[in-house]
């Protein structure tokens, strides 16, 4: 008997940019990041440009619905966040936020 393989649900995000709302999907994996996310998917210029080192700030999102909060890595995202003079507590940089289930149904406004 074979075993059964249940595809993988989609996460869906929605991402506002440069007055465009595209909806993405995606699965848990199939990125290292929100930001290699929109970076592949979405021409925008200027964004990410370390490459999700965290040490640019040009991969600012801001956080306009979730259903669940999102997942950070554990790095210094707070310190470099911090350098780019932002600190509402929805914006964020797109390189410190796991693509996993918690991220289905959020929805990101581009800000750099
Ligand atoms: S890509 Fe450089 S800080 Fe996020």
């Known amino acids: 008997m074979k075993p059964r393989i249940s ?4 996460i869906v995000i929605r991402v506002a940019y440069n007055g465009e709302l595209y909806e993405l999907r995606t699965f ?11 970076y592949d998917r979405i021409f925008t210029a200027g964004f990410g440009e370390c490459l999700g080192m965290g040490k640019c700030g040009t991969c600012l999102v801001e956080i306009t619905a979730k259903q669940q909060e999102p997942t950070s890595y554990e790095r210094n995202g707070d310190i470099n966040l911090q350098r780019t ?12 936020l796991m693509i996993d289930e918690k991220m289905d149904g959020l929805t990101v406004r581009v800000l750099t």
């Not at 848990?28 to 929109?38: D, F, G, Q, T, V």
């Not at 003079?85 to 410190?96: H, P």
């Open 7 to 10: 595809p993988e649900r989609p």
């Open 28 to 38: 848990a994996n199939e990125y290292r990041s929100l930001m290699m996310l929109i």
């Open 85 to 96: 003079g932002r600190s509402a507590e929805n914006i964020r940089l797109a390189c410190q």
